[in-house]
């Protein structure tokens, strides 16, 4: 792992302790611990939209289904399977890897279609899992699974964050990292120097859906609730406003954005629906006058040291004056 990736694991480490500390000497009380919970969970999930829609420079729209896929098999796992704690891995491992197994699938449409296109084929992707989940009665159809157990914790919670960052940053920095960065910038180009582009897109799906599907799991057993109505055009929103916010191919800017978001989502509470529309206004904004994000293709060791650059040259420029 590189350097500026692991200052980024060094500081999420460091937080983890630091919140566990504060849960564990009751510092911290029940709602704001539930909002921790909630922005290490977003972490995860943005960080695995960042692999696709960062990194790789592809507008997809997929997260949401991702995230029911994922959600749904770890709750039928800790019903009927893996009914401990003490196997909650195991149902945490299962979502992932059925949401992996769905983003392989997603993978081929990218293979052809490019920019809107590819947009509309995984927001019809997204729709489509909705819809076939409002209609499963196995599942509990558009009333959604209840009793379902609230495994996780704020330990599970900022551990899976902790190797979710371990995950991203390895494989952003192999030769698929590469390959993606590559494709971004010209996929032509990439093509023309012998890298296979379709092997990489869908190692890049599968590994971007494998995060997303463990924020699911993690996020049902923490509300012990899942329905279809919660992977929707709402979670659109969310994950593309986490995004962009926090800055596009950095996993600081993924961390970054899902605290910025969830915070803001506390705070407007109480303009209830209207807080979507917040949202949406907040997207846009962002994507005209910050397109990149706060930490945009940076992480936070190199934004640190291009701002005391930035100090040096302004302080350099005043004695010269």
Avoid at 12 to 39: F, G, W
Avoid at 115 to 123: K, R
Avoid at 141 to 168: E, H, P, Q
Avoid at 232 to 245: A, C, F, K, R, T
Wanted: glycine residues 10%; aromatic residues 10%.
């Amino acid at each position: 792992m590189k350097k500026k990736n692991l200052q980024s694991l060094v500081s999420i480490i460091i937080l983890a302790v630091v919140l566990i500390a504060l849960s564990e000497m009751k510092l911290v009380s029940t709602s704001k611990l539930l909002v921790l919970q909630y922005i290490g969970i977003y972490s995860i999930m943005v960080v695995g939209i960042n692999i696709v829609n960062g990194y790789m420079g592809i507008f997809s729209l997929a997260h949401p289904g991702f995230m029911a896929v994922g959600a749904y098999a770890a709750a039928l796992c800790s019903k009927y399977c893996f009914t401990t704690v003490y196997l909650y891995p195991l149902c945490l491992l299962a979502g992932g890897i059925a949401a992996m197994c769905v983003g392989l699938l997603v993978a081929v449409p990218s293979f052809k279609s490019k920019g809107d296109y590819l947009a509309i084929i995984t927001l019809g992707f997204t729709l489509m899992v909705q819809s076939i989940l409002q209609n499963a009665e196995i599942v509990g159809a558009s009333r959604g699974m209840t009793n379902i157990s609230k495994f996780t914790s704020l330990y599970w919670v900022y551990a899976c964050l902790v190797l979710a960052v371990v995950i991203a940053g390895r494989f952003i920095n192999s030769k698929y990292g590469r390959s993606l960065k590559a494709i971004r910038e010209d996929e032509m180009a990439t093509e023309l120097v012998s890298v296979n582009v379709r092997h990489a897109k869908t190692v890049a799906f599968g590994v971007s859906a494998f995060l997303i599907g463990v924020s699911g799991a993690l996020l049902c057993h923490l509300l012990g609730y899942t329905s279809p109505s919660s992977y929707g055009y709402s979670n659109v929103v969310d994950g593309l406003v986490m995004v962009y916010i926090g800055g596009v191919g950095s996993i600081t800017g993924s961390i970054t954005g899902a605290v910025i978001w969830q915070l803001l989502v506390q705070m407007l509470k109480g303009l209830g629906t209207w807080r979507w529309v917040v949202g949406g206004a907040l997207l846009c904004l962002v994507m005209i006058f910050l397109p990149k994000g706060i930490f945009g293709y940076q992480e936070i060791g190199e934004a640190l040291r291009d701002l005391k650059k930035h100090d040096i040259h302004k302080s350099g420029g005043e004695a010269r004056s």
